[in-house]
Antibody, heavy 122, light 111 residues
Framework: QVQLVESGGDVVQPGRSLRLSCVAS????????IHWVRQAPGKGLEWVAV????????YFADSVKGRFTISRDNPKNTLYLLMNSLRPEDTAVYYC???????????????WGQGTTVTVSS | QSVLTQPPSVSAAPGQKVTISCSGS????????VSWYQQFPGTAPKLLIY???KRPSGIPDRFSGSKSGTSATLDITGLQTADEADYYC????????????FGGGTKLTVV
């Protein structure tokens, strides 16, 4: 079935790096933009980043710009989020989410992963 | 502080109608489509409305969305206890620093 599965979440110290992965199945991964959205404990949704279907267009939230990188490997049906210089405020559940309309970048996402937890603490 | 403003909470009785508002600006809601999500504790969000007023397959017509100017609204009619959840609006923001934005979320209580 159509699904996204995230992995890579861990407990890391401030300043360290972590790479999250999101593996897609059941649809043509290379046709869809994919977002990363996070949710800190007890807080609301925060948009993090998006990459276009072909990987050529990438946008980031101001809170992560310059520290996080988004990339995709379409032959491997996999999306990545490389997080550098992690801060305690990056602690959250990270979701990858597929846009409903293939050509769009707007965060109207119909398929979400189950989330992976990142904890930044010394 | 979220770019999009939602009321923290709303409540209504079963069978009634509730309206959740989402206020933005000319750089986001004013020129881009709005989507709405429902989220239960410990689970991923679920898309309820996209392109301001469209429902994905499988979403009941009790859920409807609209947009006017720089604000959007989610209406839920025939409230059920199962609708008790958090609701979020989201859209694209076309300022100099472009990206997605969400509202702070609204907790719906069905009492």
């Amino acid at each position: 079935q159509v699904q996204l599965v995230e992995s890579g979440g861990d407990v890391v110290q401030p300043g360290r790096s972590l790479r999250l992965s999101c593996v897609a199945s059941g649809f043509t991964f290379s046709s869809y933009a994919i977002h990363w959205v996070r949710q800190a404990p007890g807080k609301g949704l925060e948009w993090v980043a998006v990459v276009s279907y072909d990987g050529n267009n990438k946008y980031f939230a101001d809170s992560v710009k310059g520290r996080f990188t988004i990339s995709r490997d379409n032959p491997k049906n996999t999306l990545y989020l490389l997080m550098n210089s992690l801060r305690p405020e990056d602690t959250a559940v990270y979701y990858c989410a597929r846009v409903l309309v293939p050509a769009a970048l707007s965060p109207a996402c119909d398929i979400w992963g189950q989330g992976t937890t990142v904890t930044v603490s010394s | 502080q979220s770019v999009l403003t939602q009321p923290p909470s709303v409540s209504a009785a079963p069978g009634q109608k509730v309206t959740i508002s989402c206020s933005g600006s000319s750089s986001n809601i004013g020129i881009n489509y709005v989507s709405w999500y429902q989220q239960f504790p410990g689970t991923a969000p679920k898309l309820l409305i996209y392109d301001n007023d469209k429902r994905p397959s499988g979403i009941p017509d009790r859920f409807s969305g609209s947009k006017s100017g720089t604000s959007a609204t989610l209406d839920i009619t025939g409230l059920q206890t199962a609708d008790e959840a958090d609701y979020y609006c989201g859209t694209w923001d076309s300022r100099l620093t472009t990206g997605g934005v969400f509202g702070g979320g609204t907790k719906l209580t069905v009492v």
